[in-house]
């Protein structure tokens, strides 16, 4: 028997480590090269890692949702071929990961300001343990360190590194010292004493069934995209002060609009939507109110104001909701977004989508089409300032000339993040996309 360990490749941008999200091949199974074996998601990209080599698998390493190091064993094989033991890393055989159905970690356009490297004000300190001024949203560490920090209520983000490649090692965690002025370096409050973590913990575990009730019961882990996406929503609900604005929006001659111009956009093989409209809508309203384009800088205390328009269009798919990105939308017209819309939502939907179109989102748009409800409260895509819910139109009585009439009516739902923008900012940004949206025609006027 040729037992051979193939390792986790690197992947490359910097990633040191990834989850294990599923394992299609398990021991005993006779696998060809270029099997798929087994699905890693790094801070980059979901990425499917195929055999180098034909061969039995002997081992895999790595739970799902567990992490694995770059470089470190996942699998091991028997080559049937009698490869050399000695060969322990798969380097020499060229690119064995390849990004393919690639899912960015974070809900698009965080990573658009995170810093991948640590960040540090120049007065921290790292005397007595004390991070202060300390925050870096990407921490790297191990399951076991991850623990530790976990059982003594530290904040991983506020611990500065000093293992290898700006790992957090379980000393640094023991050494860690909160802030003493009640508030953490990125502005929240400070990690929970411990017995506080410990009665939280307590406070959310499942009640053990009945034996009975154990036998109807399954568990599965809670990792991939599905745990990515838990993450980034609990990061955007602590950190931004979410308010929500709701107003009706008659859309009588949006609906008209989009009738006569389907036509020509089949035509053209285009199917339009009311979306493009609606996208137009909110950059020109963008334009005129820029502070909803912005973002905070936290680690640098800047609001940064972004002078392009990527809108990140909120899509359901089997992993979870993704946020796929329309890049320079005030550069397109509605055909050209109506086709990239069309673009990234079926590459999303079949988990082909490019890295380039999951990151970078300046706004994001939410729609729950024929489930559109009453009224939501979209959780902010962090760290943008803003993001607009459309809801169903529905057939309802509105005034027209002072004459009760039936309409057709579009709620909308924005949430905005109160730290930034004011409440009447958000209401004048929400009327003038809805001024845009019931008299479309003025977005040809405007458009460049």
Known sequence: MARWEFKLPDIGEGVTEGEVVSWLVKPGDVV???QPMVEIMTDKATV?????????????RGKVGGVVLVHSALVVFDLAGGAPAAATNAS????????????QESLPGVASLAAAAPRASSSASSSAGTNAG?????????????????????DLRNVQPTGPQGRVTKADVEGFHAPQDGTAANGASPAAPQALVAASRDAVKITAPTASQAALEERVPFAGMRRKIATKMALSTRTAAHFTFVEECDVGALKSLRQRLKPAAEAQGVKLSFLPFIVKATVAALKKHPILNSALDESTQELVYRKYFNIGIATSTDAGLIV????DCDRKNILDIARDIERVASDAKAGKSRIEDLSGSTFTITSLGAQGGLFATPIINFPEVGILGVHQIKTKPVVRGGEIVIGDVMLLS????????DGHVGAAFAYEIIAYLQEPDRLFLEMV
């Open 32 to 34: 060809k090269e270029d």
């Open 48 to 60: 499917m890692i195929t055999a180098p080599k034909a061969g039995t698998i002997l081992e895999t």
């Open 92 to 103: 020499s055989d060229g690119p064995a990961a390849t990004a393919v159905g690639s899912i």
């Open 134 to 154: 300390y925050f870096n949203e990407k921490p790297l560490a191990t399951p076991a360190t991850r623990k530790a920090a976990r059982d003594r209520g530290v």
């Open 324 to 327: 796929p990105v329309i890049k």
């Open 414 to 421: 924005l949430s905005f993040d109160h730290r930034i923008v």
